[in-house]
């Protein structure tokens, strides 16, 4: 997995990711139980994405799902935040 450097030298947002992608990220849980969740790219700009959540470990809306709609900022798509990893284009 490569690391950015936190001098914010990311590729555009726009490269990187178009409207209607499907993304994923992980999840990772100390129990050792991780989740990987899969949305849809709603809105682009120049410093964010906002994504819709849709799926947990391949389960459509699942009731205990906890996240729906996030904006994610530049630094979380491509290095990761807390415990998630960083967001990747879903392969077709």
């Known amino acids: 997995m490569k690391k950015y450097n936190t001098k914010k030298n990311y590729p555009s947002l726009y490269d990187a990711f178009d409207l209607g992608d499907r993304v994923k990220r992980v999840l990772y849980d100390e129990t050792g139980r991780n989740k990987e969740y899969k949305g849809i790219i709603l809105a682009i700009d120049e410093k964010n ?11 459509y809306r699942p009731k205990k799902m906890d996240v729906g709609f996030t904006n994610c900022s530049a630094d979380e798509v491509f290095n990761g935040k807390d415990n998630y990893s960083p967001i990747k284009k879903e392969r077709s």
């Open 49 to 59: 994405v906002e994504i819709y959540w849709d799926t947990v470990n391949d389960q």
